[in-house]
């Protein structure tokens, strides 16, 4: 079967950094999504990565590791903002989005 | 510019009732989606369309039928509702089906079967 994991759970600083793993086991890869979702809103996307290696955007960086079915996202400098779940989703090879459950980042002062 | 709108908001529904939920894009996108996201697990894609006149079944299809007449609208019919399909649901959009195309979500639509 098809499988994302992510830690449910995570609780960091304000200004400090937090990095968000994901493994996944699925049938194909054609790509690796973040998105963010603040509590009672759609999920918005964060960043895309295909090859192996780190993408950064701002104080969001991205790193893949195809080899071994990882991936994490890098937050720096955290604000209070930043508090939401962040979702891992890989496309398959039905070009499929295959879904982690998210993780609920907490930022405490 | 809009992006993509869903409807209702939230809706309370009585068991065995039918319901449709709207979904518009105004992005002139080839492919959408319909997910239900409830508690503890990812997204989950109900039904799909690739394009216009076309749709495919995703992971969990079963008590739920789409139709996409047009480029804009993917209307998602539950033909007779049920607790289990209590949860948010969620209609995205991408410009098409390629590696790179990301989708775009829509602000969702929190649905309670009772």
């Known amino acids: 079967g098809q499988n994302i994991d992510q830690p449910t759970e995570m609780t960091a600083t304000e200004g400090a950094i937090v990095q968000i793993n994901c493994t996944y086991q699925?049938?194909?890869?054609?790509?690796l999504f973040w998105y963010q979702q603040h509590a009672g809103e759609a999920p918005t996307f964060l960043s895309y990565?295909?090859l192996d290696g780190l993408e950064e955007k701002g104080r969001f960086s991205s790193f893949l590791s195809r080899s071994k079915g990882y991936s994490y996202l890098l937050l720096k400098e955290l604000q209070m903002k930043d508090s939401a779940s962040y979702l891992c989703?890989?496309?398959?090879?039905?070009?499929?989005?295959?879904w982690g459950a998210g993780t609920k980042l907490i930022i405490k002062p | 510019i809009a992006g993509i709108t869903q409807a209702p908001t939230s809706q309370i529904l009585a068991a065995g009732r039918r319901m449709t939920l709207r979904c518009t894009q105004d992005?002139?996108?080839?492919?959408m989606y319909w997910y239900r996201q409830d508690l503890g697990l990812g997204l989950r894609l109900i039904h799909y369309?690739?394009?216009?006149?076309?749709?495919g079944k995703g992971e969990v299809p079963d008590g739920y039928s789409v139709s996409r007449a047009n480029t804009d609208d993917f209307p998602l019919t539950l033909a007779s509702a049920v607790p289990s399909q209590t949860s948010v649901y969620f209609c995205?959009?991408?410009?098409?089906?390629?590696?790179?195309?990301?989708?775009?979500f829509g602000p969702g639509t929190r649905l309670t079967v009772l």
């Open positions: 699925t049938s194909g890869f054609n790509g």
């Open positions: 992005m002139r996108h080839n492919a």
């Open positions: 990565n295909v």
């Open positions: 989703a890989v496309r398959d090879s039905n070009y499929q989005l295959i």
């Open positions: 995205a959009s991408s410009p098409g089906t390629s590696d790179t195309d990301t989708q775009y």
């Open positions: 369309s690739n394009t216009a006149g076309t749709t």
